[in-house]
């Protein structure tokens, strides 16, 4: 498998050549546009996380994690009534913020996860613009709990709320909750 690093050194090795062979200027600046570019996080892969234990693990150590919905994957009820599976809509955002509760910890039987994001956007089924709230629950069964709403920016009113119940993602099962880490070739 060709990594970031492999890539470095046959870049920096073709630089090198042409150093011998032409000006160092142009070279130098190819080598830093090259370096810079590398940098980048466009480089780096992602591995799936496949369960409740590995999330956690992740979390508590820090690594950089999204979510990516896929709606279609999942039961759900808008405003209380339960309805038929949606055509693919799908949400992506980081894990940045979370709570953490064991078992026990607020009169809850399993220990989950929870997190958060409010994004005012433009309102795809309506005029105007919203609060898009989405909160995300996971429990330590790997059942996901997903709640979104649109709340009306200036009253806070709720315009739309909707509950999902998903599953997450193995890459073996139908889930709709696709959990990764940002991987950048990094040894632990």
Do not use: W
């Not at 370096?35 to 693990?57: C, D, H, P, V, Y």
């Not at 059942?143 to 999902?164: A, E, G, I, W």
């Amino acid at each position: 498998m060709l990594t970031k690093k492999h890539l470095k050194s046959y870049f920096t090795f073709v630089v090198l050549l042409y150093i011998r062979n032409n000006s160092s200027m142009k070279a130098i600046i190819i080598l830093l546009i090259f370096l810079a570019l590398t940098s980048i996080q466009g480089f780096s892969q992602t591995k799936r996380i496949t369960s409740f234990e590995a999330l956690m693990e992740s979390l508590n150590r820090g690594e950089r994690l999204r979510i990516i919905i896929h709606y279609s994957q999942c039961s759900y009820t808008q405003d209380q009534k339960n309805h038929e599976l949606i055509p693919d809509v799908i949400t992506g955002m980081n894990i940045d913020t979370y709570e953490y509760f064991a078992s026990g910890a607020v009169h809850n039987l399993n220990a989950f996860v929870v997190f958060s994001q409010t994004q005012l956007i433009k309102n795809p089924i309506g005029g105007g613009f919203v609060y898009n709230y989405g909160k995300v629950r996971i429990n330590a069964d790997n059942t996901v709990q997903v709640t979104t709403k649109y709340l009306n920016p200036k009253r806070l009113k709720v315009l739309m709320n909707q509950d999902f119940t998903c599953k997450i993602n193995t890459g073996n099962n139908e889930g709709g909750i696709n959990l990764f880490k940002e991987n950048c070739n990094a040894k632990k």
